[in-house]
């Protein structure tokens, strides 16, 4: 590309003064999130709506699936809590600030252990799919009650061994039966939209979704709780022993990738 040239100043004449250099800009903190216990319900399902649009417009837009989440089920979070916190197990979590994240987690140790085990089995789940334990990490930002930030969080955190444990994919439709199942679990208003969403969606593609996914939320209904399970207790445990003490199917039916 062709530019223009000034010609060099000649000895009789001064050299162009430089020009002082531009004073930094102050640095300006970023702006709080809203706490989302501040929104009125229609501005959180307003917000809520714009989020799940661009999911369905682009489901690799994971950040929009945790913004849509958190606004559809701030209005409903307070049951929710008394479930996991009215549970000795849920209560002990948060107690013992209990994190499943890269300074809790040792992959390599985990690797290294048998196969078969809870451990093994997450450790190859993430390596797979490249994966790290902080996929999700950092507790959300518009969330002020410590005990909420603390359940959503962890839910985030145990998401990939939910995946583990049910044998659902991280392709679409094991994704959208995951929902469904979670949704039988803990009644999330956002796991109920994303999984009658998706399925509507996926079903021109892959006629047997409906099925598949309903499947899954009786599965769901039958396992224990895994939202208060301790998961760190058990990573030497027999993946079947885990799937045992959850209720789950020892070789559970994973959704079928579509033709």
């Known amino acids: ?11 009789s004449s001064p050299a162009p003064a430089m020009a002082p250099a531009p004073a930094a800009a ?15 319900p229609a501005q959180r399902w307003t917000r809520a709506l714009r ?15 945790l913004v849509f989440s958190n606004l559809a089920n701030a209005g409903s979070m ?6 996991f916190f009215t549970d000795p197990s849920g209560a002990r979590l948060y107690d013992e600030h209990r994190a499943i994240d890269s300074r809790t987690v040792d992959l390599d140790q ?6 078969g085990t809870l451990g093994h089995a997450y450790a190859h789940f ?11 990490d950092g507790p959300p930002p518009d969330v002020s009650d410590p005990r909420a930030s603390y359940v959503i969080q962890r839910m985030r955190q145990t998401h990939d061994l939910w995946h583990v444990v049910t044998g659902h994919d991280t392709d679409p439709a094991g994704e959208i039966a995951l929902q469904a ?23 021109r593609e892959h006629p047997t ?19 208060t399970f301790p998961w760190e207790d058990h990573w030497a445990t027999p993946l079947a022993e885990v799937r045992a003490m959850l209720g789950l199917p020892n070789n559970p039916v994973a959704t079928k990738a579509a033709a």
């Open 1 to 11: 590309m062709m530019t223009s040239q000034t010609p060099s100043p000649t000895p």
């Open 26 to 40: 102050p640095a300006t903190a970023p702006a709080p999130a809203t706490d989302l216990a501040s929104l009125s």
């Open 51 to 65: 989020a799940l649009a661009r999911v369905v417009a682009n489901p690799e837009e994971t950040e929009q699936v």
């Open 78 to 83: 307070g049951k929710r809590l008394d479930r």
């Open 110 to 115: 985990l690797a290294a252990l048998p196969a």
């Open 126 to 136: 993430l390596r797979s799919r490249g994966f790290t334990p902080d996929v999700f």
């Open 181 to 203: 199942f979670t949704f039988a679990q803990v009644r999330a208003p956002s796991t109920f939209i994303l999984s009658t969403v998706g399925t509507l969606r996926g079903l």
């Open 209 to 227: 979704l409906a099925r598949e996914v309903l499947a899954a939320f009786r599965t769901g209904r039958r396992a224990e709780k895994l939202v």
